[in-house]
């Protein structure tokens, strides 16, 4: 019997996690009072480990049966060993509570923080080098075309459909603004539903988006982000690009807001240009790290509110986590950024939506500012999910009106328009004639100069 018992101890104590094993070889080292307690605790289990041994073999296979011969007892042994197992355990975690405690942090630690040294992807230090080689190996795929950058415009959306058939009719309308905007002025576009990596979901899902993009179309020279919930409003104006010759990173923003009062909406990440360069792909590098979901995004969430003004407190978003990183590293980035605010790169829908009247009536497209909005933004707006900031009424109603305000400049150039621009009912704005090609649309944009001999 006590053979049993040993062989049974000996086969529990197996079956235990160590600290040390579960600590990765981490010694946890104890004082001498522990050890002392924990050697007596040890020889109270060994005892209380007979009597159970006694007990569970008389109420398995009977008192007469202890000293007797074998009768096919290989079902019971095991049950003893399992019964043993469960009742060592529950002692263990009597006996010495901190030690599960220790040994329980330890697990969730490691379970907790997967990505502590998160990187979006192989390290790479000689881009530019590379680019260049391609596009001299390449020269059918020139990164500029007539004098002018190419430019690819990047957006999407979640895998999934929208809660609601509505959220899905206004993506469709965003993409389909967005496309007329970008064959007007010679941009290709990409349109992505795939999160190309599960640990960047949500607002941070653009991060790896943009790196892939980079580094698998070096004959592009920038990459424009656009938010699914931002519309073209000026379909005639065209980016400054010269003004940019000297920077790599442009967004809507303003310098004081930003490096003087650190304010959570100091730029916006919505709509912005990033060149194809190695400075590029270091700042992703950089921005990236807080974005992992779960613990390492809810903890830099506190820490991006701590030091943010104004920013409430949620999780950390790529916003932010950008005004922090330029913030706290000005000298290594700030040169390249360029926060642009002389036109409307990201226009806030609450300030604009309601003037499209008044602005048709006194200015006209192509100047992108407060007078004629570049892009509107429809920030807290949520169409394609069950919550927002704003009634969903109020959001549906404003996107309506923004998309119809942008139609109207390209249904104009086939003589029609909008009844209103709460609606999608259209009108004709000229008669037919038998010298369609001597009619000139009103802004010039069948056959616009800035597309003229562009092939791409």
């Known amino acids: ?14 079956g235990l996690p160590s600290v040390r094993g579960a600590a990765n070889g981490r010694s946890l080292a104890l004082p001498k009072a522990r050890s002392i307690q924990k050697t007596f605790n ?8 007979g009597f159970v041994t006694i007990l569970v073999l008389r109420g398995t296979i009977g008192v007469g049966n202890l000293g007797g011969q074998d009768t096919g007892g290989g079902g019971a042994s095991q049950k003893v060993a399992e019964e043993n197992a469960r009742a060592l355990e529950e002692i263990r975690r009597k006996e010495d509570p901190d030690e599960e405690s220790e040994l329980g942090m330890q697990i969730d ?28 190996e390449n020269p059918q795929f020139p990164s500029y075309v007539n004098g002018k950058p190419r430019i690819l415009l990047v957006t999407g959306s979640q895998p999934n ?54 580094l698998s179309h070096p004959e592009v020279e920038w990459i424009w982000w656009m938010d699914s919930d931002a519309m073209f409003t000026d379909m005639v104006f065209e980016l400054p690009l010269d003004k940019y010759k000297n920077y790599n990173f442009v967004l809507h923003g303003w310098e004081n807001l ?23 792909l270091d700042i992703l590098d950089a921005w990236a790290p807080m974005g992992p979901k779960g613990k390492i995004r809810e903890e830099a969430g506190r820490v991006l509110t701590a030091h943010l003004e104004g920013r409430p407190a949620f999780e950390a978003d790529d916003q932010s986590a950008l005004i922090y990183l330029l913030i706290s590293q000005k000298k290594l ?20 939506v309601d003037k499209y009247e008044d602005m048709i009536r006194t200015y006209h ?30 959001c549906l109603k404003s996107m309506e009106r923004a998309f119809n305000f942008a139609d109207n400049q390209i249904l104009q150039i086939y003589g029609f328009k909008h009844r209103t621009l709460n609606t999608a009912k259209v009108k004709r704005t000229r ?15 069948l056959h616009p100069s800035f597309t003229a001999s562009k092939s791409l």
Not at 258 to 280: A, D, E, M, P
Not at 333 to 352: C, N, R
Not at 365 to 391: A, I
């Open 1 to 14: 019997m006590w053979e049993i018992r040993d062989s049974m101890r000996e086969s529990v104590k197996r």
């Open 42 to 49: 040890n020889l109270k289990i060994t005892i209380l480990c």
């Open 109 to 136: 630690s490691n379970a907790t923080y997967p990505n502590v040294t998160y990187t979006l992807g192989p390290r790479i230090s000689d881009w530019d080098q590379q680019r260049i080689s391609w596009l001299k």
């Open 161 to 214: 459909p929208c809660d609601s058939s509505v959220g899905d009719h206004y993506l469709l309308k965003g993409i389909k603004n967005k496309i007329d905007y970008c064959r007007l002025h010679g941009i290709e576009i990409v349109y992505n539903m795939a999160h190309l990596d599960k640990e960047m979901a949500g607002y941070w899902a653009k991060l790896p988006l943009l790196r892939r993009l980079m």
């Open 258 to 280: 930003v490096y003087g009062k650190q304010s959570w909406i100091g730029l916006n990440t919505g709509s912005f240009l990033i060149r194809n360069c190695q400075w590029s």
């Open 333 to 352: 980035w700030g040169d390249k950024v360029f926060l642009e605010s002389s036109y409307f790169l990201h226009g806030f829908w609450v300030v604009v």
């Open 365 to 394: 497209p192509g100047l992108g500012d407060e007078r004629w909005p570049f892009v509107t933004h429809f920030v807290g707006c949520k169409p394609c999910g069950s919550y927002g900031d704003y009634p969903v009424e109020r």
């Open 431 to 445: 008669n037919e004639t038998a010298s369609p090609l001597e009619v000139k649309d009103e802004f010039n944009l």
